[in-house]
């Protein structure tokens, strides 16, 4: 089985083709050299397009697609995702695209930074500003985490167009049922110790990711600052699944796309010193929608690993079972084809990894 890994870094763009079964990469890089790579999507609904969200130091954020599996890119002349005048506000960075269900082939969101929410309706040439959460009354209360103030989750719903998920950094999770016309927070039950006066605010929860998979969708998982949580109701609410795991901090989290009690997360130490407890890189697995957790850190570095996988550099493939990749700070990535029993690495001496996808070729 061929796999194609997306590799977006701090420094531009790598590519990984590979198989599950000899287990050989081939890791061909650098694209689009000295642009910053924060988000990257392959949207298979038709032939497959690669889609990045990049930044130079020099002509600052864009988006770029490749209809050929990356040999060739394309930037439009014009920005395709640039708020409207009328906002007085410019775009900062593209930190998520999503391409929505199979039933909508042509629509993909893009989320922002500053947090607002973009829809492209053919097939992410262009795209126009979802004005139902850029004007919610709630927008000038949101405010930035260490990372900046970004809507870095976009999750349709593979039931219902109509219904979408954001969540944000720092400002909690969002949810539409009417196209995006309207919004509401959906945070009850996530703590945000950093509130000084409501530790369980209706909004403004530091939400690091957010998951669900297309078998269950009202089953979603939730890596806050501080605070690993799981909603089985469509984020009417959310309940802890913390204990188990070494620390309640990390940035990732992903759900297997066929088995909805399969979960992933990258435990960090606390917010201040962010890395993997005692230097050793683990993926921790739980099989049982979080009520346990796990881990195997066979072929992963033992001691001496003082890095972190950021929110977007952990995902899987939808293959039966589902490959798992990561990325690192410190330019490795890792994959699994046992769903994380056994690891190895892809690549290393990247710049510093922030964004991955695969496909299954």
């Not at 919004?183 to 957010?210: L, S």
């Not at 501080?226 to 609410?237: F, L």
């Not at 130490?269 to 009520?291: I, K, L, M, N, Q």
């Not at 994380?340 to 690495?345: H, I, L, V």
Request: charged residues 25%.
């Amino acid at each position: 089985m061929s796999i194609l890994l997306v590799i977006g870094t701090r420094k531009g763009l790598w590519l990984a083709r590979g198989d599950t079964g000899s287990g050989e990469w081939e890791v061909t890089g650098p694209q689009l050299p000295t642009t910053e790579v924060s988000a990257v999507a392959v949207d298979e609904r038709s032939s497959p397009r690669v889609l990045i969200g990049a930044e130079s130091p020099h002509f600052g954020p864009s988006l770029f697609t490749s209809d050929d599996l990356g040999s060739t890119w394309r930037e439009p002349e014009r920005a395709p995702v640039a708020f409207p005048g009328d906002t007085g506000t410019a775009l900062r960075r593209i930190w998520q695209i999503t391409p929505a269900s199979a039933s909508e082939p042509g629509v993909v969101y893009a989320g922002t930074e500053p947090s607002a929410l973009f829809r492209s309706e053919d097939g992410g040439e262009n795209y126009e500003l979802v004005r139902g959460l850029w004007h919610h009354p709630h927008r000038e209360h949101w405010f930035p985490g260490g990372g900046g103030q970004a809507v870095h989750t976009v999750l349709p719903d593979p039931r219902d167009n109509g219904r979408v998920v954001v969540g944000m950094s720092t400002g909690g999770v969002y949810r539409t049922e009417d196209g995006g016309a309207s919004w509401r927070p959906a945070n009850t039950g996530i703590r945000a110790r950093f509130m000084p006066d409501d530790e369980y605010p209706e909004f403004g929860q530091c939400v690091h990711k957010v998951a669900r998979n297309a078998v269950a969708p009202e089953r979603f998982y939730l890596q806050n600052h501080h605070g690993v949580y799981r909603s089985d109701d469509g984020t009417e609410t959310w309940e802890s699944i913390a204990d188990g795991l070494p620390c309640d901090f990390g940035f990732p989290i992903a759900v297997d796309p066929e088995d909805p009690d399969i979960v992933y997360s990258f435990p960090l130490v606390a917010a201040e010193h962010r890395f993997p407890p005692d230097g050793r890189c683990r993926v921790y697995r739980s099989e049982d929608a979080g009520r346990t957790w796990s881990w195997s850190g066979r072929g992963l570095p033992a001691e001496g690993f003082w890095s972190a996988v950021m929110r977007d550099a952990l995902c899987l493939d939808d293959a039966d079972p589902a490959g798992v990749y990561f990325g690192s700070r410190s330019g490795e990535v890792y994959a699994s084809f046992d769903r994380g029993e056994n690891w190895s690495r892809v690549a290393a001496h990247l710049p510093d990894v922030l964004s991955l996808r695969a496909a299954v070729l």
